[in-house]
T-cell receptor
Framework: GAVVSQHPSRVICKSGTSVKIECRSL??????MFWYRQFPKKSLMLMATSNEGSKATYEQGVEKDKFLINHASLTLSTLTVTSAHPEDSSFYICSAREGGPYSNQPQHFGDGTRLSIL | GESVGLHLPTLSVQEGDNSIINCAYSNSASDYFIWYKQESGKGPQFIIDIRSNMDKRQGQRVTVLLNKTVKHLSLQIAATQPGDSAVYFCAEIPRGGADGLTFGKGTHLIIQP
């Protein structure tokens, strides 16, 4: 089945550091990938849609200058949390979908990145 | 705003029993629904999906029912096993399929031995 790999699985860093998270589709090409954020015992909230070769689309309330997204190839999207602060600590999860933007395929998720800012 | 929500935050069932997890959605324009299972510290795992032109779909030990009249979605798990313990989320795609998922609050399924 479709596999999405996310790296790193856990990051602990000091306030003010920028952190890059990678999301890779291992056995399929993904024109579109998605980034979600999840707080403890809460549901996933969509942050942004990452489109290969074009700018990401951010959800309302998500700062695009804080959360930089790059989707340089059909198998890799990166999320960079710039100048991270303790309130950015969270579980970040990416997903990818086979096919184009309107494909009928379900999204497959990575195993998330637990970001802890001290 | 419109959202997908779940009726119960926690459901405890005996091993071997059947379990039913419910979900209410409010966006009548949604046409694709998915159930995901999330184990602690991991990403959501696809279980089963259903499109709005269907009212029932079966997988291995799981059945999803869709009632568009009352905007209700349910996941039935037959003969629950310890490995079924997880948080279950329903999710919808509200706008034509190109968008990210809108997730419900989640139900924590606990399997009692």
């Amino acid at each position: 089945g479709a596999v999405v790999s996310q790296h790193p699985s856990r990051v602990i860093c000091k306030s003010g550091t920028s952190v890059k998270i990678e999301c890779r589709s291992l056995d399929f090409q993904a024109t579109t990938m998605f980034w979600y954020r999840q707080f403890p015992k809460k549901s996933l909230m969509l942050m942004a849609t990452s489109n290969e070769g074009s700018k990401a689309t951010y959800e309302q309330g998500v700062e695009k200058d804080k959360f930089l997204i790059n989707h340089a190839s059909l198998t890799l999207s990166t999320l960079t949390v710039t100048s991270a602060h303790p309130e950015d600590s969270s579980f970040y999860i990416c997903s990818a979908r086979e096919g184009g933007p309107y494909s009928n395929q379900p999204q497959h998720f990575g195993d998330g990145t637990r970001l802890s800012i001290l | 705003g419109e959202s997908v929500g779940l009726h119960l935050p926690t459901l405890s069932v005996q091993e071997g029993d059947n379990s039913i997890i419910n979900c209410a959605y409010s966006n009548s324009a949604s046409d694709y629904f998915i159930w995901y299972k999330q184990e602690s510290g991991k990403g959501p795992q696809f279980i089963i999906d259903i499109r709005s032109n269907m009212d029932k779909r079966q997988g291995q030990r799981v059945t999803v029912l869709l009632n568009k009249t009352v905007k209700h979605l349910s996941l039935q798990i037959a003969a629950t096993q310890p490995g079924d313990s997880a948080v279950y989320f329903c999710a919808e795609i509200p706008r034509g399929g190109a968008d990210g998922l809108t997730f419900g609050k989640g139900t924590h399924l606990i399997i009692q031995p």
